[in-house]
């Protein structure tokens, strides 16, 4: 059974990094695509970024392009989502999603 859990969230400064995982557990992933959602209180849950497969493949919404990278190490199962130059804007409760499978979720929070 597949279980998707994310980890590294937190409260940043503006302008902060942070690197959110997304692991996976109970199934291989090396030939499915992966993506970052997020929703911030009060507002619908959005796509931030995806990667295919083998990772040949990213996309970002255009809000984080720039800023946001994302990444895979299928030997780990395991999806990163570097997010450099953060904004309060980007503060939100992040999910990483396989086909119909959602984790958790991690809360980000970008204040001074």
């Known amino acids: 059974q597949l279980q998707l859990v994310e980890s590294g969230g937190g409260l940043v400064q503006p302008g902060g990094s942070l690197r959110l995982s997304c692991a996976a557990s109970?199934?291989?992933?090396?030939?499915?695509?992966i993506g970052w959602f997020r929703q911030a209180p009060g507002k619908e849950r959005e796509g931030v970024s995806c990667?295919?497969?083998?990772?040949?493949?990213?996309n970002y919404a255009d809000s984080v392009k720039g800023r946001f990278t994302i990444s895979r190490d299928n030997a780990k199962t395991t999806v990163y989502l570097q997010m450099n130059s953060l904004k309060p804007e980007d503060t939100a409760v992040y999910y990483c999603?396989?086909?119909?499978?959602w984790g958790q979720g991690t809360q980000v929070t970008v204040s001074s």
């Open positions: 990667i295919s497969g083998k990772g040949g493949i990213t």
């Open positions: 109970g199934f291989t992933l090396d030939y499915y695509a």
């Open positions: 999603r396989l086909g119909r499978d």
